[in-house]
Each structure stands twice: as C-alpha cells, then as structure tokens.
C-alpha cells in the first residue's frame, strides 16, 4: 500500500514538473509537421515570405529555370525560417523562405511557462542589480597570489655520477663444430 501511495506521489511530481513541457514539445512537433505539409503543398502566406539572394559562382552548374522544393530550417535573430524553394541562375542562388510565426508563438508561452518555476518576477530585475552593485562597494572581499618560483628561473639539479661501462659481449656468430 505504501509502495503505491509513494509511486502515484512521484509520478504526480513527475507530471507536475515535466507534464507541460512536454505538451509543449508536442506542440513543436504538431507545428513543424504542419509547416512540412503545407510548405510540400506549396500552400504558404506570402506575406511571411522573403528571398534571399546569394552571389555563388559554381562552375559548369547550368541554370535553373524553376524553382525545385527544399527543406531546411534556421534561425536569425530570434526568428525561425523555412526554406522552401530555390534557384540557381546567373551565378546566384535565390533561395525563398518561410517565417514560422507559429513557433514563435509556442515559444513564448514556454518562456513565461518557465518563469513561473522562478521566484523573481520581471519587474524585480533593477532593484536586485542596484542591490547587488552596492554590496560589492562595502563588503570587502581580497585575494592575493602567491608564487612558488621568482619569475622564470626554476631549479634544475644534474646527476653527475661516475658511469662504471661493464662490456658483455657475446659472440653474434656462432661457428659449426668442425668435421672430422
């Protein structure tokens, strides 16, 4: 009975702690199979869209006259962008891309969720900096550094012993017995 009662206790804990997070990697899961599914259909706002030209000199690379599909994501500036087509013609590659607004939207709330874990609230930041600053002006904090050696000179002892040389020497060729 108090194995159960502790179980079900650490799994609400468990819930508790890691339960939202992980609606919220659901989320990011649901959003980017949508954005896939949309940007294959070709099925994208225009109005989040940007084109991004890129001077590449690729020898013996024809030109494209259509743009083909590509995949790939990345990030500038806070902002997450899809990319979903590109073309290579007279030795630049325009690659158009998608922002995620969605994304953008999931993480923010992720952000507050992770804040209330906290204990300060935004407002308490200038208070606490001021506070801070102005202990390390009256609380006397000193260290000092010793050193072993006086600059780069070091000690270096030699061994200057008598080498007593015992020559063993065994013959590398050995003689066959002589016939007689």
Request: glycine share 4%; proline share 3%.
């Given at each position: ?7 079900a ?12 997070y992980?609606?919220f ?43 083909e ?30 922002k ?33 600053s102005?202990l ?5 904090i ?39």
């Amino acid at each position: 009975m108090k194995r159960t009662i502790a179980i079900a206790l650490v799994l609400i804990l468990l819930l508790n702690t890691m339960g939202y997070y992980g609606v919220f990697l659901g989320l990011h899961y649901q959003n980017n199979l949508a954005m896939s599914t949309a940007l294959n259909a070709d099925v994208y706002d225009e109005s989040n869209s940007i084109t991004l030209k890129v001077a590449v000199s690729i020898p013996y690379m024809p030109d494209q006259t259509d743009f083909e599909r590509v995949s790939g994501q990345f990030e500038h500036n806070g902002e997450l962008y899809w990319m979903v087509k590109q073309k290579y013609a007279k030795d630049t590659l325009t690659v158009v891309c998608v922002k995620d607004t969605e994304r953008k939207k999931i993480d923010l709330v992720l952000a507050d969720y992770v804040k209330t874990f906290t204990d300060k609230t935004t407002d308490n930041k200038s208070s606490s900096k001021i506070a801070i600053s102005f202990l390390k002006d009256y609380l006397p904090i000193s260290f000092s550094i010793k050193s072993d050696t006086h600059g780069w000179a070091s000690r270096v002892i030699h061994n200057v012993g008598q080498q007593n040389l015992i020559p063993t020497f065994a013959a590398s060729i050995i003689h066959p017995p002589e016939q007689a």
